[in-house]
Nanobody
Framework: QVQLVESGGGLVQAGGSLRLSCAAS????????MDWYHQPPGKQRELVAA???????NYADSVQGRFTISRDNPKNTVYLQMNNLKPEDTAVYYC?????????????WGQGTQVTVSS
């Protein structure tokens, strides 16, 4: 069974930093594309950052230069370092990957972690 467990969210003032963690089980993060999404209040979930199995990264324009996605292969964990946080970064942050089975492709989501940035 594939499971993603996020942690590290919280309340921070604008300009502050947080590091989110996504501990994976049932998959090997270095072999899978791993993503972070966020869902601001009243809005749709959207992609924030991604890291490929080869280590390539990409970011939403809104977080480019402020957020960094990385992974720790021995710990099988993906991180999202968030610096210079802004009130508009307030959202629930979700870790995501896809699981490929004989039956098809399945989206796997963590439970989410709340990030609140005060002005």
């Amino acid at each position: 069974q594939v499971q993603l467990v996020e942690s590290g969210g919280g309340l921070v003032q604008a300009g502050g930093s947080l590091r989110l963690s996504c501990a994976a089980s049932g998959i090997t993060v270095r072999l899978n594309k791993m993503d972070w999404y966020h869902q601001p209040p009243g809005k749709q979930r959207e992609l924030v950052a991604a890291i490929s199995s080869g280590g390539s990264t990409n970011y939403a324009d809104s977080v480019q230069g402020r957020f960094t996605i990385s992974r720790d292969n021995p710990k099988n964990t993906v991180y999202l370092q968030m610096n210079n946080l802004k009130p508009e970064d307030t959202a629930v942050y979700y870790c995501h990957t896809k699981r490929y089975t004989t039956g098809g492709i399945e989206d796997v989501w963590g439970q989410g972690t709340q990030v609140t940035v005060s002005s």
